[in-house]
């Protein structure tokens, strides 16, 4: 059929998709865009507390909650011995518990659940239970548990070559450490669900979670009812950057608990300092490195040992130190390399999900590698990244997947050009040497960021869409809004299919009742899997409408074209609400599911080899910045950046997630510190001991532009992700840290051993130890 749409999406959609606003722009700058918090309250609702552990690692020997039922307002407590099914909210290790029983593992565990009239009433009474606690040997750092081999599964290897060898017969070899940190999501929306009771044992929940499907899953689980008992419903969430992925589980579960338990609503709403304690953050890491490389600096031999701190469970941690590993090249050819990766269990909150999921640690330990290797050889850490990249001959990846799009070395060319590198290097070099108080450094680095979950069954979407009589048209898929503009992706994606505007196209509230069990919106998937899965639904549907104008105009369905202008068949123009006004009278179906896979795709992990990704995003920045090597402050003076997002969808929405995801990454790096007291507590648990970046970190100067191509593989409107690529360009912003204090002693022919996050305090300890 020559105008039908074809498999690969890109036949029949535009070249250049339009910068349209996101679908809730105007609701939320004016305060109209609802949330699961500004639901109205119904009159017996229950506001939720947890009561918290005050021991780090402890047998719990007695619980007397006689206080807490008695304070004023609270209407039931519950305890692990309440919970009528499995006592799990964890996503894959059974090793979650909603209610510690018999043992607490970490400090601030939930040991019971007050129930409340108001929400202060809840919290003030979660605060009078006593508890007794037989108090047992906590491990907290990643030296205490590595030297008690505490782990949460083996130690894993993916090795090429013999880097042994390698290395004994390189010309130049360094070796060394670093420690890079963990970061807080801080989303703006706290943590938050509200459960209502249905009919029969049913139950809804509203619920700010990026994982709809496996709350609803957890939530039947700990019931005891079947998942169709269960709907999780939700319309967006006031960001989440991989911390809803699992953690919103204990709170919907909380909730539906309750609900389930008294028969009236019940809401949790977390209390921003709560949320940072009971919540897991991004694993920090500490890095090994030995290097052997040539004159020239091409690396020959390299061994990494990646270490991390997984927390107190299991969570999500096998797949994200495994994505670690697999980033651990980033851009360039390892000829002889073995990455071990050590996930070490912690009497901590468990680490979990965080935008680049474990990417973006692998990346920053490759990426000293090549800073270690130019400074000993003198040499410009860009000549070296490109002596290293991925390139014809040399373009396997250590886990055994060949690179078939690699645009790394044009895309550096590119922005070396355009952001006028090599002038600016010369210039701060000759600031440097005029200047003894104030340094600079200019860095230059490249991201290329595998594009799957490398979980493979989680790589799949269904869409469900429904064309009224009157013309317009509803979309309900499996992917979460967080903010990052999903929605009206998908609603674009829809429009084109039937070539009506946007606006013609409603995306509802995504429902587990609606499309069933659906994947996280993570791993930067949203938009290539659900719309595509929303693009085959369109599409059966689009096939009937071609029949019905067919028999309109007296044509075959291959000749009925789709215009905005209306839908040409023979002689006819019929208007597109026209035309399903009479396909209705016609008795024809113009509702359908759509469902999409990705194709091409297998990885065996126990062997660390196979095809983890569909494709790689490509992207490059470049950062300049200046130190006071008095006060150990920096600045970011200047950010370019060129990224690839292929055909993109909408332009506007990406170069939002560009600048957005560059930032918190610079926030990672920079400011952005957890730090837990020697018995366990964390210290860093609100915005006044968090730093987050503001406007005022942001780049005097930052410059971002799209990368002119497209995807190589067929994906919808040959696009490609991204929520998680961006986040990594800001790797530069520690390179450039990096130059400018070696500035400070610059015979040593050394990097300075600088850790992440970059504080005033770690940059004067590395201004130090450099000098020294």
Not at 2 to 15: E, G, K, N
Not at 639 to 651: A, E, T, Y
Request: aromatic share 6%.
């Amino acid at each position: 059929m020559a105008d039908r749409p074809d498999p690969l999406p890109v036949a029949t959609l535009p070249a250049a998709k339009p910068s349209l606003p996101h679908d809730s722009a105007l609701l939320h700058v004016t305060g109209a865009a609802r949330y699961v918090d500004d639901e109205p309250e119904p009159a017996d609702l229950l506001h939720l507390a947890f009561g918290q552990s005050s021991e780090t690692h402890a047998a719990i020997v007695a619980i007397d909650l006689s206080a807490v039922r008695a304070a004023p307002g609270v209407v039931a407590v519950f305890t692990a011995a309440d919970i009528p099914g499995q006592n799990d909210v964890s996503p894959v290790a059974h090793d979650d518990r909603l209610l510690a029983d018999g043992e607490v593992i970490y400090r601030g565990q939930p040991v019971f659940l007050v129930a409340a009239i108001s929400r202060g009433a809840a919290r003030r009474a979660a605060r009078l239970g006593r508890i007794d606690y037989a108090p047992r040997p906590a491990l907290l750092t990643i030296a205490g548990a590595r030297a008690a081999a505490s782990l949460i599964e083996p130690t894993q290897r993916m090795a090429r070559g013999n880097a042994a060898a390698a290395l004994e017969a390189a010309p130049h070899r360094r070796s060394g450490r670093f420690a890079m940190g963990g970061q807080d999501h801080f989303y703006l929306e706290g943590q938050v669900a509200l459960a209502r009771p249905g009919e029969d044992g049913q139950v809804h929940i509203a619920s700010s979670t990026q994982h709809p499907s496996e709350v609803q899953h957890l939530v039947a689980d700990l019931l005891g009812v079947g998942s169709a008992d269960v709907t999780v419903e939700v319309r967006r969430m006031g960001g989440a950057f991989g911390g809803k992925e699992t953690q919103a589980a204990p709170f919907a579960a909380a909730a539906a608990l309750v609900a389930a338990k008294t028969g009236r609503p019940a809401k949790f709403c977390c209390d921003r300092d709560d949320d940072m304690v009971l919540t897991g953050k991004r694993h920090d890491f500490e890095i090994g490195y030995d290097v052997g490389f040539d004159a020239d600096g091409h690396i020959l031999g390299l061994k990494l040992r990646l270490a991390s701190r997984c927390g107190a469970t299991v969570d999500l941690s096998p797949a994200i130190n495994d994505r670690a590993m697999f980033h651990a090249d980033n851009s360039y050819w390892l000829p002889a390399v073995e990455i071990l990766s050590e996930r070490l269990k912690t009497h901590t909150v468990s680490a979990t999900a965080f935008r680049g999921f474990g990417g973006p640690q692998g990346m920053l330990a490759i990426e000293r590698v090549i800073d270690v290797v130019a400074a000993a050889l003198g040499r410009d850490p860009l000549e070296v990244r490109i002596a290293n990249l991925y390139g014809p001959g040399r373009d396997v990846t250590p886990y055994g997947m060949t690179i078939a799009d690699n645009i790394a070395p044009a895309l550096i060319a590119r922005l070396r050009h355009d952001c006028d590198y090599d002038a600016r290097r010369a210039a701060v070099g000759a600031f440097n040497a005029g200047h003894a108080v104030l340094k600079k450094g200019i860095a230059l680095a490249p991201v290329k960021f595998g594009i799957s979950f490398t979980t493979t069954h989680l790589n799949q979407a269904g869409a469900l869409v429904h064309v009224y009589a009157d013309g317009s048209i509803q979309v309900n898929h499996g992917g979460t809004e967080m903010g990052q503009g999903l929605y009206i992706k998908v609603a674009q994606v829809v429009a084109d299919v039937f070539a009506v505007p946007a606006s013609a196209v409603r995306i509802t509230a995504t429902r587990t009742d609606k499309v069933p069990n659906t994947s996280a919106t993570a791993a930067s998937s949203g938009a290539d899997l659900n719309g595509m899965a929303a693009f085959e639904a369109a599409r059966t549907i689009r096939d009937r409408l071609a029949g019905v104008a067919a028999s309109i105009g007296g044509c075959e369905p291959s000749h009925v074209r789709f215009t905005p202008a209306g839908i040409v068949a023979g002689a006819e123009t019929i208007p597109f609400a026209t035309l399903c006004r009479k396909a209705h009278l016609a008795r024809v179906s113009l509702s359908s599911t759509g469902f999409y896979a990705t194709p091409g795709i297998a990885y065996d992990r126990a062997a660390h080899r196979g095809r983890p990704f569909y494709y790689f995003a490509y992207g490059a920045a470049c950062a300049e910045v200046v130190v006071d090597t008095l006060t150990g402050e920096h600045r970011v003076l200047a950010v370019d950046i060129l990224h690839d997002v292929g055909r993109s969808l909408n332009p506007a929405i990406d170069l939002g997630q560009i600048e957005g995801g560059f930032l918190q990454g610079q926030g990672w790096l920079t400011t952005e510190e957890l730090v837990f007291a020697d018995d366990g507590r964390l210290l860093t648990h609100s915005p006044a001991t968090y730093k987050i970046p503001t406007a005022a970190d942001r780049p005097a100067r930052l410059s971002i532009a799209l990368w002119d191509g497209e995807n190589v593989e067929p994906t919808i409107n040959r696009s490609k992700a991204v929520g998680e690529p961006p986040f990594m360009l800001a790797q530069c912003v520690l390179s450039a840290l990096g130059e400018a204090i070696a500035a400070t002693a610059p015979d040593r022919r050394a990097f300075p051993p600088l850790d992440a996050p970059a504080t005033p305090e770690a940059i004067l300890r590395a201004i130090a130890a450099h000098r020294a």
